[in-house]
């Protein structure tokens, strides 16, 4: 699974992969992984990128914020 909002809202913020890793206690190759797909993180993991980003975990997903129809 492919986090679309995570580089974007990491890239928007002006924050490296080395800084956010280093904060949420990750390795940056995780953080990666994580924005390329190649890993999926955990809900926890989740969980704490969105409080760290002040986002919703849908933003994270998806890039965008959930919107009902």
Do not use: T, W
């Not at 995780?30 to 849908?58: Q, T």
């Amino acid at each position: 699974m492919v986090l679309k909002g995570l580089r974007e809202i990491r890239k928007s913020k002006k924050l490296s992969q080395v800084k956010v890793s280093m904060d949420l206690n990750i390795c940056r190759e995780a953080l990666s992984h994580y924005e390329n797909g190649r890993r999926s993180p955990d809900i926890d993991m989740l969980v704490k990128m969105s409080e760290y980003f002040n986002v919703s975990i849908d933003y994270l997903i998806r890039g965008e914020e959930f919107n009902k129809k």
